[in-house]
């Protein structure tokens, strides 16, 4: 399926073979809050190993790359078999921990390099928001010549009728908000609500304010503008149940405060 939105300078299409280096390579240039990664970590094969492998090996069929004027400058990486992604994942960590253990000492990585590492070693595991069992989920990137609420409209409806097409009941992502930058209110307008969120203490010493790492979370089975859509599904199963409910506390003090 090819989408064209009104500007007819952007489509949105099905990812093909090759798009590969054009998505790894957005995927590094918006790794820091939207802008290159290059300042936090230097490895941009790395990063973008780790963060699109999966997506690009085994589900690339639910996979939407932004075309502007026939470049790809966006794209969103969708998972419908969340047992597959973790499965891999466990291989996947290993490998990369390997592989970032031999270049810091090759290379050997910089300062800022060194101390993103000791992040992930130390913190980001702690760092990450509650999110469903078992559930599909999503995560998107588009550089700022193709960021515009059509362009994201289209991309997450499109991979929503992906999802409802495979009978998915459910479906989560995960988003990066800060000032001036993807509010929860972005996807409200999609029928998400947020579930968790945590703070990336990474961005600290980078950044002024608070960056939070979101999950927001969406009932397919809801029709739209169903009150249902804005509510979390009380059956679907939580990684952890009882960290999840201290943190869904939490989250809806700070949401009210």
Known sequence: M???LTDARIQVRPYRAHDLQAVRRICADTGFLGKPIDPVFED???FADYLTGYYTRFEAEALLVCEVEGEVRGYLMGCRLPLLKQSYQVFANIVVAVKALYRCFRRPYNRASRAFLIWVLMNSWREVPVTPRNTPHFHMNVLPEARSVRSTRVLIRTFLDFLRAHGCRAVYGQMVVYSGRRTASLFKRYGFRVMDRVEVTKYRSLHRGRVLLCTVIKDLRARAGDAAAA????????ANPKKA????AISGHRLRS
């Open 2 to 4: 090819v989408a064209q």
């Open 245 to 248: 409910a201290l943190r869904i």
């Open 231 to 238: 509510a979390v599904d009380p059956l679907l199963p939580l």
């Open 44 to 46: 941009r094969e790395l």
